[in-house]
């Protein structure tokens, strides 16, 4: 019978068939943990006197909450320095190898995963973080998981699981010069809705996709969760190979061999039935930015904003004003013309190497606009070090941006890098919910390149602004 | 775990769509290491208007929220579903709920049930016109009862019969123990493993 990919992947892992009502039982390959969702899930596992079953399977690194600044003084935050201490003293007691603060591996747990070579096609790949969705790039079933499911995973390495639907994403043709795989997944979430992947697993196809690099595909697959959707997925081809051939975990030798010949299996059979399918023309795509308190209220940059009065669905109607007025924002006011206070280069979204290559392409020979402080913090310490040897910190801090160590930092607020209430950030992370980089704070998602380009003139922008 | 078989308590009607984990628990939260104690991080955000529901009598002693559809959208923190049971609730009702949250809740006790959205339009005017109207949600027959308005919810069955006899997760995988075993000793060797290995 012709399969999916994500069918092929959840077949390879299945350790027991439910029955009835009954889900499956699947086997995790890889565990991924941080410091925000793990101290209860180990507390479980103390309380219930169960071992963690795979510490092999199983790595840690500290990311949420970590200081982007000052990383060799103790964190100030009481409950930050509370819940990286519990991750290190729970990492300690049951063997796990943790990448702590400052170290050359440490740094947001979906760029490091990948960058190690830990992520392979095929894999069953878990974390109590929604984001988990990146590494799906790689032709990985990966999702996130919430803390019990973590215990779960520690005391028995598998997950009770109903599978999930299917759905394609085909973006076929080519993206202009300026359209990055971020304006593709912020057209494609629009397109959907935050709700529209609910309950599926999206597959990522066409010949847009194809063409994309390994970094670009993991932005696309992150941002699979606002979309609704539990996971996304691209089928591994030859820019998976290159990407992991040489990684410090990737398979060598007669193995390597053995295991691309298996990686080449998992593709979508010819005549495989989806449960939905979405088609968008690469052509057609201009770069996105959002306007609302939702990933899915987004428009294109030369777009203005939406008039709620014309929008038919009452749900979505209230949801527009809702948004508008929490965002400060009127009908009709052209994208381009909204200030911002910060820029934040970074996330697990947009925070890898090519990312910041592309973000300081734009901004070389420019300076960040009077009254605008832009943020640039690297996906993980790898990326910065990688950064810092082509140079990309002196375009950041020539241009007067800020250079910051490794983590989540503005993506979700959660260090001191916050919005103050009332200020406007353009992002480059996923989620505008109200309040996300802070209380009060208002944010547009956007991709590097309008960062970069927004930072110069102080109004959302793209580079084709700069002229 | 509890076992969840009736339960009945002030119904509290939440006007408002697409409430994603950060409404109902700000990240600031998820700091603690702890597991229980996430009552006051519950809607944080609106907490501080006192036209909130939960800020007015009789709403302040509820326990089974009726919330717009999408609810629970956003991040998988399971801190939402402690929070809303710390709050001391034992139901939400929507019509439509994200995935994450509703495997989170059906994994702490927490019944998530959807109704359909007539349904739950039906019972915000019940509650809003009669302030206080206690709801009772019965597993054991899917149904949805306030004074005289009964309607049916869907729960997958798997969860119910969790639910119902009170089950733990861990426990249940465990007895499949030689299963695990069996799948470990054929997983092919190339996977990778997390031991550090030298960087060349
Ligand atoms: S960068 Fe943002 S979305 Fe990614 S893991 Fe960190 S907090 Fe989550």
């Known amino acids: ?467 | 775990m509890e076992a969840f078989t009736t339960h009945t308590g002030v119904g509290v009607p939440l006007r408002r769509s697409n409430v994603d984990t950060d409404q109902i628990i700000p990240a600031v939260y998820l700091k603690r290491v702890t597991r229980s104690g996430f009552e006051d991080g519950l809607f944080a955000a609106w907490r501080g208007d006192e036209q909130f529901v939960l800020n007015r009598e009789p709403f302040r002693a509820g326990s089974v929220l009726v919330a717009g559809p999408d609810f629970g959208t956003g991040s998988s923190r399971e801190h939402a579903v402690w929070a809303l049971m710390d709050y001391g609730f034992r139901v939400v009702i929507s019509s439509r709920f994200a995935d994450i949250f509703r495997g989170n809740s059906g994994k702490q006790g927490l019944v998530a049930a959807q109704c359909e959205q007539s349904d739950v339009e039906l019972l915000w005017k019940l509650l809003e016109n009669e302030p206080g109207t206690e709801v009772t949600v019965d597993l054991t027959r899917n149904t949805v009862v306030a004074k005289d308005f009964t309607a049916p919810f869907t729960i997958d069955e798997y969860t119910r019969w969790r639910l119902l006899e009170g089950l733990d997760d861990i426990a249940l995988t465990l007895r499949h123990a030689d299963d695990i075993a069996t799948f470990e000793r054929n997983r092919p060797g190339w996977l990778p493993n997390t031991e550090p290995v030298p960087v060349s």
Not at chain 1, 193 to 202: F, M
Not at chain 1, 429 to 458: C, D, I, M, W, Y
Request: include cysteine; charge should be negative; aromatic fraction near 4%.
């Open chain 1, 1 to 467: 019978m012709s399969r999916t990919l994500a069918e092929k992947v959840w077949e390879a892992h299945v350790v027991r068939h439910g029955t009835g009502a009954e889900p499956d039982l699947l086997y995790i390959d890889l565990h991924l943990l941080h410091e925000v969702t793990s101290p209860q899930a180990f507390d479980g596992l103390r309380q219930a006197g169960r071992p963690l079953r795979r510490p092999d399977l199983t790595i840690a690194t500290e990311d949420h909450n970590v200081p982007t600044v000052d990383i060799e003084l103790p964190i100030a935050d009481p409950v930050s320095r509370t819940q990286v201490e519990t991750l290190r003293k729970n990492c300690a007691d049951f063997g796990v190898r943790l990448h702590p603060m400052g170290d050359a591996e440490q740094g947001i747990v979906h760029v490091v995963g990948p960058q190690l070579g830990l992520t392979q096609p095929g894999m069953t790949v878990v974390c109590g973080d929604s984001h988990t969705s990146t590494h799906g790039a790689f032709g990985a079933l990966a999702f996130g998981i919430g803390t019990s499911e973590v215990e779960h995973v520690m005391a028995t390495q598998t997950l009770p699981l109903k599978p999930f639907k299917t759905m394609a994403i085909t973006v076929d043709g080519t993206l202009r010069p300026g359209v990055t795989a971020k304006d593709v997944i912020l057209a494609v979430i629009a397109r959907i809705g935050t709700g529209g992947g609910q309950g599926y697993v999206l597959e990522y196809r066409g010949s847009a996709i194809e063409a994309l690099s390994m970094e670009a595909r993991m932005t696309v697959c992150n941002m699979s969760i606002e979309a609704g959707a539990r996971a996304g997925m691209i089928a591994p081809d030859q820019t998976t190979f290159d990407y992991l051939r040489g990684r410090p975990h990737a398979p060598s030798g007669a193995d390597w061999d053995t295991a691309v010949e298996y990686w080449k299996s998992l593709r979508t059979d010819e005549g495989a039935e989806f449960d939905a399918e979405v088609h968008l023309d690469a052509d057609d795509l201009t770069p996105f930015v959002t306007w609302g308190t939702n990933p899915g209220q987004g428009l294109p940059l030369s777009a203005s904003v939406p008039d709620p009065e014309a929008i038919v669905d009452e749900n979505e109607r209230v949801a527009a004003e809702k948004a508008l007025s929490y965002m400060g924002l009127t009908a009709g006011t052209p994208l381009r013309d909204i200030h911002v206070d910060t820029v934040f280069l970074g996330s697990c979204t947009n925070g890898r190497i090519e990312d910041l290559r592309a973000a300081a392409d734009v901004l070389r020979g420019h300076r960040v606009a009077e009254g605008v402080r832009m943020l640039v913090v690297p996906g993980s310490m790898r990326v910065r070090a990688q950064a810092e040897a082509e140079g990309l910190h002196e375009v950041f801090l020539a241009a007067g941006a800020e250079w910051r160590q490794a983590g989540c930092s503005m993506c979700l607020g959660m260090n001191p890098d916050q919005l103050k209430p009332g200020e406007r950030s353009a992002s480059t992370s996923n989620r505008n919910f109200e309040g996300r980089q802070g209380k009060g704070g208002r944010t547009h998602l956007v991709s590097p390149l309008v960062a970069a380009a927004t930072a110069v003139r102080g109004t959302l922008s793209s580079p084709a602004d700069l002229v």
